[in-house]
């Protein structure tokens, strides 16, 4: 059977059987041919307008996105994880979860007075499914992805993340880890400042 060396922080991968292309052996490997699916569903989804107050951000579509991601190498992408992590909620609250997380994002939408910043909402989107964690793997880069998608649709530039400083060992993934850690005790500022800190800089205003 074929074990994943995963970094910090990141879902251990202990059941590959649902990995779509042969010979891959490695953490590195995977990473490689991950990263060439998700780039056609970056390309896709930060492409497509939205119909001006079409309720986009269903559950559906999280999946939807997922399955974009990760289609070409998992067997599973787009679906809800049904096994116990060391991370996330239980698999049986997922799908409610997501729900409560799209009503919140609605009501955070059509707040008019003292309304969150649109970078502090696309963060704290980022945040809840981090923490949730609804899928078998690439749940960061899904959440990362889905706040990026946010932030296009309201008309603001999105991250550069650096994607493979944030997979491997090293300060840039640790600075990443400590954010979600506070914000998981409702303290977004650090997570914020992380964001902002990918901005394209003449674009920060």
């Not at 690439?138 to 309201?154: F, T």
Request: aromatic fraction near 10%.
């Amino acid at each position: 059977m074929v074990h994943f060396d995963t970094p910090e922080g990141a879902t251990p991968i202990e059941d590959a059987s649902g990995l779509l292309i042969d010979g891959v052996l490695t953490y590195a490997a995977l990473n490689a041919v991950e990263t060439e699916n998700i780039v056609r569903a970056v390309n896709a989804h930060l492409r497509r307008r939205k119909r001006r107050g079409a309720v986009w951000l269903i559950e559906e579509y999280i999946r939807h996105v997922h399955r974009d991601m990760f289609d070409s190498v998992w067997e599973w992408a787009g679906r809800y994880r049904d096994a116990a992590l060391n991370i996330g909620v239980p698999a049986s609250r997922i799908r409610e979860e997501v729900a409560k997380l799209c009503q919140d994002v609605a009501f955070w939408d059509a707040q008019q007075d003292n309304p969150l910043p649109v970078l502090e909402r696309a963060v704290r989107l980022h945040h809840r499914l981090s923490w949730i964690h609804p899928f078998p793997n690439g749940n960061g880069r899904h959440a990362r992805l889905m706040s990026d998608i946010y932030l296009y649709v309201n008309g603001c530039q999105q991250p550069e993340w650096p994607s493979s400083a944030m997979s491997g060992a090293g300060g840039v993934r640790a600075g990443y880890l400590d954010a979600l850690r506070k914000a998981d005790g409702g303290d977004f500022g650090p997570l914020i400042a992380y964001t902002r800190r990918f901005l394209p800089k003449e674009k920060h205003g």
